[in-house]
Antibody, heavy 119, light 112 residues
Framework: QVQLQESGPGLVKPSQTLSLTCTVS??????????WSWIRQPPGKGLEWIGY???????HYNPSLKSRLTISVDTSKNQLSMKLSSVTAADTAVYYC???????????WGQGTLVTVSS | QSVLTQPPSVSGAPGQRVTISCTGS?????????VHWYQQLPGTAPKLLIN???DRPSGVPDRFSGSKSGTSASLAITGLQAEDEADYYC????????????FGGGTKLTVL
């Protein structure tokens, strides 16, 4: 059974960089069978796809976040990470990592981690 | 505003049938891209409910079914149960947004 677990600071100051890591267990990022995505959900609101990474390191980002976003992968640790720079209160959300299968759906999700942007 | 449009809320009594619509456009659902549905119980992560328009992952009761036509899709829930009270989201792929995955705004299902 594939499991994903997000980790990182729960509080980030405005203008700083939000950094999160997702550890995958029960399956290998290296298998090349799936993409690995980040998705976020502001409190009381809907879901927003952030971007994905493939085991090779190729990425695809939501155009609305592309200028501030970096997603990376460490296959030796079976982890993916994301960095979102110049954060504002609008970036406050629960951040999920998820496994993406074809055709473009998310079949396994982490439990999510709340990141609050506040001074 | 979400790229895919869902009603904010629906409700039904136990045992009844409810449907949730998801309306897109010619760059996503209308372009032939599949629609997927997720159930989010309070305080939990979304769970895949229907993939590829009408396929149910293992473990999902057959009370849940999906369909797609033109630029819209629907999720139907029959034999409504109290445990079905949750938020439901549709999701697809949009070719006009540099290949982004897009979600509906979500529908809150209340079991009366």
């Amino acid at each position: 059974q594939v499991q994903l677990q997000e980790s990182g600071p729960g509080l980030v100051k405005p203008s700083q960089t939000l950094s999160l890591t997702c550890t995958v267990s029960g399956g290998s990022i290296n298998s090349g069978d799936h993409y690995w995505s980040w998705i976020r959900q502001p409190p009381g609101k809907g879901l927003e796809w952030i971007g994905y990474i493939y085991y090779s390191g190729s990425t695809h980002y939501n155009p609305s976040l592309k200028s501030r976003l970096t997603i990376s992968v460490d296959t030796s640790k079976n982890q993916l990470s994301m960095k979102l720079s110049s954060v504002t209160a609008a970036d406050t959300a629960v951040y999920y990592c998820a496994r993406e299968s074809e055709p473009h759906y998310f079949d396994y999700w982490g439990q999510g981690t709340l990141v609050t942007v506040s001074s | 505003q979400s790229v895919l449009t869902q009603p904010p809320s629906v409700s039904g009594a136990p045992g009844q049938r409810v449907t949730i619509s998801c309306t897109g456009s010619s760059s996503n659902i209308g372009a032939g891209y599949d629609v997927h549905w997720y159930q989010q119980l309070p305080g939990t992560a979304p769970k895949l409910l229907i993939n590829a328009n009408s396929d149910r992952p293992s473990g999902v009761p057959d009370r849940f079914s999906g369909s797609k036509s033109g630029t819209s899709a629907s999720l139907a829930i029959t034999g409504l149960q109290a445990e079905d009270e949750a938020d439901y989201y549709c999701q697809s792929y949009d070719s006009s947004l540099s290949g982004s995955k897009v979600f509906g705004g979500g529908t809150k299902l209340t079991v009366l």
